[in-house]
């Protein structure tokens, strides 16, 4: 399922790298070559810094949603032999909700989560203001 979820991140996460590649200036490169600048320095001083705003604003998200596992995909494969072993957070409280009737309990795990994943995101936030200045929250 790891691998799965990868490989259907992978088209997505192009899209948006490719985009945020077309939107830096073509100029900047010029200038650098230019100056004598190969490769790897173009990389280095143009390209990574031009994508550093997408890839903070990608791991803000994949951090907000880190906790969330696809409770559809274990929930439709899911039966009576490999029950023991799929068992994730979300089809968990789904099991003791719905199946035990614990309400109470079900939902204070999902809240716990929530507060986690908060918690998470606003370090994450925090990180990135240390290391670039600016945050996105």
């Known amino acids: 399922m790891t ?12 899209i948006i790298y490719l985009a945020a590649l077309s939107g830096i200036d073509q100029e900047q490169y010029e200038a650098a070559r230019v100056d004598g600048a190969g490769r790897f320095a173009l990389i280095r001083h143009i390209t990574i810094p ?3 705003p997408t890839f903070t604003v990608l791991l803000l998200l994949q951090i907000a949603n880190f906790l969330n596992t696809g409770f559809e995909q274990y929930f439709l494969f899911s039966n009576a032999f490999n029950m023991a072993y799929i068992q994730v957070l979300d089809l968990y409280v789904y099991n003791i909700s719905f199946q035990g009737g614990s309400y109470s309990l079900g939902t204070a795990i999902s809240m716990l989560r929530s507060v986690i994943s908060v918690v998470m995101l606003f370090s994450v936030n925090w990180l990135a203001k240390l290391l670039r200045g600016e945050s996105i929250i």
């Open 3 to 14: 691998a799965w979820n990868i490989w259907k991140g992978l088209g997505w996460g192009a």
């Open 50 to 52: 031009g994508l550093l």
